[in-house]
Structure formats: C-alpha cells, structure tokens
C-alpha cells in the first residue's frame, strides 16, 4: 500500500486515564479518512499527537517514510474544532500572520479568501464575526499554501446547510487536488459523499479501518456510513462484554 | 521524488542531484526559521503598539525623567533642569523599580495568554518549532520593552542637554544601556514564568513575586546574612550598594557635584570583589552598583554585569524553553 502517512503503535497516557492505546493506522496518499468515534474516543488526541501538539507517550508517526517534525509539519493544513484566533486583529491580519509562518505569500491568502466567500470582510475584527465565518476563516487558514496533509477537527458543527454544502464543494476539490485528508466528525451524512476509507476510534483504541468499500463487505451491509459505525460500535461492545464475563 | 530517498543509495549524477537538493531544502528551512521567529516578535510588537502600552510606557518615561530632572534637587530647595549627571542620580530609584516592573509585565503572559486563548495550537500546527516560538516571543517583548525606554531617554535626554548646556553624557548613557539590559532580563525572567503558569492571572501573581525578590527581598536577606557574617565595614559598604533610597539620603551626594570636597558617602571603602560577588546572582543590585555616582568610590564590575545579564538569560530561557517543549496542549 502507498502509505504517506503511517501511525505505528500510536499511545498517549494522562496519569492513568489512556487516550491512545496502540493506534496502528497507515493512510494513503490521496485518501481522504473520515476519523470516527464518540467524545472522548481520542480523535482530537490522536490529532494532537499529528501536529506535534501533544507528545505521544509512545509510538511513531512518519510522513513519507520521515518521522514527522516541525519542516514537515509545514505542509499541513489544520482546523481545530474550536477555531481560536486573534480576536482584536482583522481577517486579513490574522490570515497573513498564519500564512507567513508557512511562508505563503499574500496572494495565496487572498485566493483561499475568496474562496471561502470571506474577502468582502477581510478588514473585520475575528470578533465580530459569526461562527461560521471563523469556521470559514479557520478553513481558509488551513487550505493556504495548498497542503499536502489537511486535518479538519469537526469541520461540520454548527454550519447551516448553504455553508455545509459550501464546504463539501472546497474539500471534493481538496480531494482532486490530490491532498490527503484527516476529517474527524459527528456528522457522518456530511462526509459520506466525501470519505474514501473510514476508521473508527472507541476509548483510545482503533475499532476499524479501512475503505468504505471494504467495511461494507465486512459488516455486510450496503447502508449508510452511520449504519455502518453503529455496527461497529456494537460489536465492540460485545466483545468487551464478552471479556467481561468470560 | 528524490526528496524522499536516502542519499546513501543514490549513485552518480543523481546523488549530485540530490546532495543540491538536501542543501536547498536545509537552506529553506533555515530562512524559513528565522522568518517565523521575526514574524511572532513583529506580531507581539504590532499588538502592543495598537493597545496602546508602548505609548504609554513611553510617556511614563518621558515624564518620569523629565519630572525627575526638574524636580530632582527640590529637597535642597532647588527647582531647575539639572545636568545629566544629578539626574542619573535622582533616576536611579525609578528606574531599577520601574524598568524590572513594566519588563516582567510585558514578559509575564507572552506564552499563557496563546494558551488560555487556545492560539497557541493553530500556531505550533503551522510548523512553528517551540524553540523559535519562545525566541520569536522574547524578541518581540525585548523590543516592546526596549521601545518607550530608548524613546523616553533620546526625547528627554535631548531637551536636558539643550535646557542645561551640559554634554557630559556618559552616567546618563550608561543609566539608559543598563537599564536596557535590565530590562531585557526581567522580561526573560517574565517569559519563564509565562512558560510556567497555567492562567494569566497565575502568572501575574508570580511574576509580581518575582519582581519583588529581585528589588526589595534579596537585599534584606542579603544584607541579614552579610551584616551577620562580616566586619562593620563590609556592611557599611554593603548597605550602600543594596540600599538606593539610603544613598540619596545619605550625606549629600548631591553635593558632591558642587565640590571637590570629600563626601561622607566618598569616604566609604571602595567594594572589594570578594564581598561584591554576592551582586552577581541579582541584575537589579549590579545596575544599582554601575550605576552609583563615581565620587562614592564603589567598584563598577561591568565585565561582572555582562556575563550575568548573559547568564540570567540562558538560565531563563533555557527552562523556558524546556518548559515550553514538554508542554502538552
């Protein structure tokens, strides 16, 4: 497999509670990974331990065979679920400030502005804009300099149906593109059109992975996305039971 | 790609190839490096000059030197712009309470207040290493520091010289380098507790206990432990580096520019480098000491005040930088 991004033994501990336990997940070159799972499954962990924001306890992580570090991570593209930026500073500002730290130019930011339908309010404070414009804002961050990696934290809450559909518009294009894509949501209706593999994360450890496809065949089901991960969900559960009694 | 094989494994023209192309790519990173570090500290000087604190801090200096010059010798019922050297005298309170203060507040929230705000993830996600963040935010706070003192010095220094005819600049030049460096280290010492503290409001705490250690609790317990330890001439001589409102008001050093005459304050031994080592371990007693007046005869160990200044700032910055890359988010 053309593996571009290999998670090998991923475990994260806080004291004694485990986020991460053992996570094995190779993601394909141009795939786009839908990352599902309950709260507090270790998504945004898992996420995290990516971006180099949280050290991993154990395991590695390599992007092109390369253990991933502060250069690689410059051609990632990032949008945390709570997308925090500086609230006194305009659209613009804040826009130019993350784009020249990955070195893109103005220009560049101006064309994912636009894109993103937020250059009329280029010249407006982050804190008088509603909270779909900063998710759009935070895309537009995110997809500056056309990363080869783009992880989305949630991208679909709390967007109405008009920017939903904006959104899946910009990520198919992603998709064509060619960028790799890591998109953790609770919105699976959103993101069915989209995923090409999916894994599912349930208390730390990795529940499935694999293509769409491939779940289907082996939950032998052709339903939905979300028909699929409740079929997971339970027969983890079973399992678990199961070692519980046994 | 080539970017993606070993170099070892690649022969002839190709390896060539692929030596230019690693050499490129380190060449990039490296412009790419100091390019982040110069856009934080950019960024962390913008938002201070729009919220107003370099304006302020400025006119605070300007008033405060200017005021302090024109009011200085008021005590020996005089009123009147007063040359340089009487002004560092009468500055050098406020400026070793005042510049460790407005540093450590600069330095106190640089990294807590990212935090608290959760920037600080979008920022460390966009390829910026730990290390770079700290130097880019240290820098910024040096020059937000650095920024209202040197304007407050230049613009007062300018209109003292012209109103008092007077060209013997060098007290006053050193009072401002000093400072500089002083205030330089107390926003490291600001930026650790920034790395350290998990709110803002933590950190104003302990960057207001800190400040208070260096300007006022040192002293005493210095001061405790050597006038308990040595001769009564040690600590006479250690009193009046350690307690800067006792050398104003000892006998007129004031005066001193006014005569030849030996001060009471003149009479006192010079520092021996034996019983001034202990100033070392505190930049506020070190500009305190390079600063006093030549004509009481105390020792300037400015080789001594470097190499402190210079390791205060490996000590915090290192921790800090420790600190920050242990850090989890």
């Known amino acids: ?246 | 790609m080539i970017a993606d094989w070993p170099i070892s494994t690649i022969c002839g023209s190709r390896r060539e190839e692929a030596l230019t192309f690693h050499a490129k790519m380190t060449r990039e990173a490296r412009y790419l490096g100091f390019r982040q570090i110069a856009i934080v500290a950019t960024k962390e000087l913008r938002d201070r000059l729009r919220n107003g604190w370099v304006i302020a801090c400025a006119l605070v200096w300007l008033g405060a030197i200017g005021l302090t010059s024109l009011f200085g010798l008021v005590q020996m019922g005089r009123i009147g712009v007063q040359g340089y050297e009487r002004t560092t005298v009468s500055l050098l309170n406020l400026v070793q309470y005042l510049v460790p203060l407005l540093a450590v507040l600069v330095g106190h929230d640089l990294i807590v207040r990212e935090r608290e705000d959760r920037t600080l993830n979008l920022v460390l996600a966009g390829g910026v290493s730990r290390f770079r963040l700290l130097l880019g935010k240290f820098l910024g706070g040096c020059l937000t520091v650095a920024l209202p003192l040197v304007l407050g010095f230049v613009i007062a220094g300018t209109v003292i010289g012209l109103a008092a005819g007077t060209s013997a600049l060098a007290s006053f030049a050193r009072l401002a380098v000093s400072g500089l460096a002083l205030g330089i280290v107390f926003c490291a010492v600001g930026l650790l507790v920034s790395t350290i503290c998990r709110s803002r409001i933590q950190a104003l705490v302990l960057a207001l206990l800190a400040w208070c250690a260096a300007v006022f609790v040192f002293d005493l317990i210095a001061l405790g432990v050597i006038v308990s330890t040595q001769s009564v001439n040690a600590a006479q001589e250690i009193e009046l580096i350690c307690d800067a409102t006792h050398v104003n008001s000892l006998a007129d050093v004031h005066s001193a520019f006014d005569s030849a005459a030996p001060t009471h304050a003149a009479a006192a031994p010079r520092a021996s480098s034996a019983s001034s080592a202990w100033l070392w371990l505190n930049p506020v007693d070190l500009f305190r000491v390079i600063n006093l007046p030549t004509a009481l005869g105390v020792a300037k160990p400015v080789l001594g005040a470097v190499l402190s200044g210079l390791l205060w700032l490996a000590f915090t910055l290192g921790i800090g930088a420790r600190r920050l890359k242990q850090m989890d988010l």
Not at chain 1, 45 to 59: E, M, R
Request: charge should be neutral; aromatic fraction near 6%.
């Open chain 1, 1 to 246: 497999m053309n593996a571009s991004l290999q998670i090998t033994g991923l475990s994260k501990r806080y004291g004694s509670v485990c986020a991460l336990d053992g996570v094995e997940l190779p993601v394909e070159r141009c795939a786009v990974l839908a990352l599902l799972g309950p709260n507090g499954a270790g998504k945004s962990t898992l996420f995290g331990c990516l971006l180099g924001l949280t050290p991993p306890t154990y395991g590695t992580i390599l992007w092109h065979g390369k253990p991933i570090g502060d250069t690689e991570r410059t051609v990632i593209g990032y949008m945390p679920e709570r997308v925090a930026l500086y609230s006194h500073s305009s659209v613009l500002e804040n826009g130019l400030f993350f784009a020249g730290l990955k070195n893109q130019p103005s220009a560049e930011l101006e064309y994912q502005l636009r894109r993103v339908g937020l250059y009329h309010v280029r010249d407006r404070k982050v804190r008088q804009l509603s909270k779909g414009m900063l998710q759009r804002l935070g895309l537009a961050i995110a997809l500056c300099g056309r990363p080869e990696l783009l992880i989305l934290d949630e991208p679909f809450n709390g967007l109405d149906p008009a920017l939903l559909e904006g959104l899946q518009g910009i990520l198919r294009q992603e998709r064509e593109r060619g960028a790799t894509m890591l998109i953790s949501t609770h919105t699976m209706s959103a993101i069915e059109p989209l995923a090409t593999h999916v894994a599912v994360l349930l208390e730390g450890k990795l529940a499935a992975q694999g293509s769409i496809e491939a779940l289907r065949e082996q939950f032998g089901t052709e339903e939905s996305l979300e028909t699929i991960y409740h079929a997971i969900a339970r027969d983890r559960q079973r399992t678990k039971l199961e070692e519980v009694f046994a």
